[in-house]
């Protein structure tokens, strides 16, 4: 039976998972446009929240990253978000720059098809 309780509730209670993180997608606040999914843990939700910029945790490198603190691409917050059971968080940001470390403006930026052939979606 689902958590009504978490489903509803106007208490932020972030479920991370067993390695303390939790799923954030950073979207375009003005066209919408998915640009990327990262992962933080509670401090970096804690500092995305207290500073307006986006903050992330690096699976690879094992340390704290604020988005755009080498490249100059950041991502100011406009909203945050949280899906109804708390394991997700959606920022809606204002993106400079390129949101992919490959440059491009998403890092979705290959289409999938049928066959499951890739190709480029620009």
Known sequence: ???THIETSLTLT???DANGLVAAVAQDAETG??????????????LTLETGRATYW???RQKLWRKGEESGHIQEVV???IDCDQDAVLL?????GAACHTGARSCFYRIVGADGALRRAD
């Open 33 to 46: 446009e998915v640009l990327m999914l990262a992962w933080m843990n509670e401090e970096a939700l804690r």
């Open 79 to 81: 909203e945050a978000r």
């Open 1 to 3: 039976m689902a958590d």
């Open 92 to 96: 809606r940001v204002r993106q400079t």
């Open 58 to 60: 690096s699976r690879s």
């Open 14 to 16: 972030p479920r991370f």
